[in-house]
């Protein structure tokens, strides 16, 4: 349930483009994650939030399942057939997953427990918080590096998202603050 305040930001999150302005308002504030890096993480993983699969490709250079030219939809069916062919371990090969392009195994499994890794707001309280645990673990800049990997990759992801979350900053007239902790532990979330 989102406080009257919550409803105002909500509202300007959908103003500026992002795709689920109430649930993104609430798993932000869940995790503990300020909101203007989370609007980042959603422009910069799914152009503002959308529910679709990623284009990771295998060591031979082909997509991974449901990956093609083109964008593919992420649904309860295509997800639960992509996590058959994926495995328990991602040994299938692992693909990103809804807004928040979850990725790894693991971390799709945690948003399956909390309402379904194909769910918009599931999707989003798990790589928030995933996100949240990162930067309040390693600092700003190398918390949002690891939420990308390593290397060469990760450091261009960084610079990639720096100028995005001081824009969403502006965007909302708000100064960054320090992580706090989550507003309570993640629980299931309902489908709406």
Request: proline share 8%; glycine share 12%; net charge positive.
């Amino acid at each position: 349930m989102l406080t009257p305040q919550q409803h105002v930001k909500a509202r300007r999150l959908k103003e500026l483009g992002i795709v689920n302005p109430q649930w993104t308002v609430e798993a932000a504030s869940n995790a503990g994650l300020e909101l203007a890096i989370a609007c980042a993480f959603l422009e910069q993983e799914s152009g503002g939030g959308h529910n679709v699969f990623g284009h990771d490709r295998d060591g031979q250079g082909r997509y991974i399942f449901p990956a093609k030219d083109g964008t593919v939809d992420v649904s309860e069916e295509m997800y639960t057939e992509y996590k058959r062919r994926r495995g328990p371990k991602g040994k299938g090969g692992m693909q990103g997953v809804g807004p928040m392009q979850l990725t790894w195994y693991s971390i799709q499994d945690d948003a399956d427990t909390i309402g379904g890794c194909w769910h918009p707001r599931a999707n989003m309280q798990a790589g928030f918080q995933r996100a949240a645990d990162l930067i309040r673990r390693n600092g700003m800049n190398l918390g949002i590096k690891a939420y990308n990997g390593s290397g060469p990759q990760a450091d261009r992801y960084l610079a990639q998202m720096l100028p995005r979350i001081e824009k969403w900053r502006a965007q909302l007239n708000v100064p960054p603050k320090p992580l706090a902790a989550p507003a309570t532990p993640t629980a299931p979330v309902p489908p709406n």
